[in-house]
């Protein structure tokens, strides 16, 4: 029997990873251009992290987390997301003392859920966090990066919600008058909502369970909960916004899964990927730095998921193939495979950016052939007997119209700078 994969956990194969480095290079171009650092975080890091910053009753820590014990009996866990890492390293190397940072990162995480299209246990994120910046102005900033992540793959269509989940007092308040409404409609709930009337009730909010969304327009609604300050700011970030252009939808539903957060919160989302439809989500985690054992610290930031913006890209044919081969090297008989090698090498040393494929293997020229054809490369730069004699290549053109022809090799570099720049 061979050995398969483990479910959830995919092999990205060369035939897609060309997308990959698509959305990686634009990423990185989009944080470069508003100033943001790359910061890389490890996979592994003590349980306690994640229970202490994303809450010990979340669904996340009570059912999804990779979690196991080291040969020093120390709990560990598979990072679930990226913010409890990244605060952790932060005030770890003294990153927040009087200093504001503008840092992303991308990589793996894990969650154990049931493996599904746009839901993976390992699963693929970019974060971008902001320390040190109270201000209104911060969440519109990593509001707009992500905008303009968008503009650079041709994405459109994705709706933008926003919420305000006030102070962590005013949350507070909020969530006792949310256990006193749902408590006398308790029997309407069901066993996932009964559970979480108990230990998370913000979550109630965003249930799919039918009977208690039939409850959400009579429940007390958060707005009602704010405090002044977190309503001047949440006004102020939403003049932002329509000043540059951005439309958004007000979601008194939009709570978020993870407990650090306060004030903004906000996902953009799509229609087309069924019910995996939140593509980007983040908000601001003021008190996260200080419950890591920080000094107070505000922050603000999102993750997105990198599988499914793919796939988005995907549905609306934004993808690009991999590049192919400038040129393609036939050789023909031992000699020509011994010195067409070493001639290949000092092409690409002196050639910048080209993309020079050499046969390996041997093979009839009829074969190879074939294989230059496969390649996609725009020409077959052909080495044999007869070249090798005359101090010569043959180009043959393999896409649109030219004549076969011979050149120097002395002269071939010239053609091969053309072929490069063409990109």
Not at 77 to 92: H, K, Y
Not at 397 to 423: F, K, N, Y
Request: charged share 25%.
């Amino acid at each position: 029997m061979s050995i398969q994969s483990i479910r959830g956990f995919n092999d990205l194969l060369p035939a897609v990873t060309p997308s990959w480095q698509q959305v990686e290079a634009a990423a990185r171009d989009v944080f470069a251009a508003y100033g943001y650092s790359e910061i890389r975080l490890p996979i592994v890091e003590a349980t306690s992290l994640f229970a202490r910053s994303i809450g010990e009753v979340t669904d996340i820590v009570e059912k999804e987390m990779y979690s196991f014990d080291d040969r020093n009996g120390e709990s560990l866990t598979l990072r679930p997301e990226g913010t409890a890492g990244c605060v952790r390293a932060a005030i770890q190397h003294g990153l927040l003392h009087n200093q504001v940072q503008k840092l992303w990162y991308a990589g793996p995480m894990f969650r154990y859920e049931r493996p599904q299209k746009g839901r993976y246990r390992q699963f693929h994120q970019f974060g971008v966090e902001v320390f040190g910046l109270p201000g209104p102005d911060a969440d519109a900033e990593v509001i707009f990066v992500s905008r303009a992540l968008w503009r650079v793959l041709g994405l459109q269509g994705l709706k933008l919600e926003l919420n305000s989940l006030g102070s962590l007092e005013a949350r507070q308040r909020y969530r006792a008058a949310l256990v006193e409404y749902f408590s006398r409609h308790e029997q309407e709930l069901d066993d996932d909502g009964r559970r979480r009337l108990k230990t998370n009730p913000l979550r109630l909010l965003d249930s799919k369970h039918e009977g208690t969304r039939r409850l959400l327009p009579d429940a007390p609604k958060l707005a009602d909960s704010l405090d002044d300050e977190s309503r001047r700011h949440f006004d102020a970030l939403c003049e932002l916004l329509s000043g540059a252009g951005i439309e958004f939808v007000l979601n008194p539903y939009l709570v978020r899964g993870l407990d650090y957060y306060n004030r903004t919160v906000f996902e953009w989302t799509t229609d087309q990927l069924g019910a995996q439809s939140a593509v980007c989500s983040g908000g601001r985690y003021d008190g996260l730095v200080e419950t890591l054992g920080g000094k107070p610290t505000p922050a603000v930031g999102w993750g997105l998921g990198i599988e499914r913006l793919l796939a988005l890209l995907e549905l609306n044919g934004l993808l690009g193939a991999a590049p192919a081969p400038h040129a393609y090297l036939v050789l023909a008989g031992e000699a020509a495979e011994r010195r067409g090698l070493l001639l290949a090498e000092q092409w690409r040393d002196k050639v910048p950016r080209l993309r020079l494929q050499a046969n390996l293997g041997g093979g009839s020229i009829k074969a190879q052939f074939r294989r230059a054809d496969r390649s996609g490369a725009e020409i077959a730069l052909v080495l044999g007997e007869d070249e090798l004699a005359a101090g010569e290549v043959t180009v043959k053109p393999l896409r649109g119209e030219g004549e076969q022809r011979r050149v120097s090799l002395t002269e071939i570099e010239p053609l091969l700078e053309q072929l490069a720049r063409q990109d």
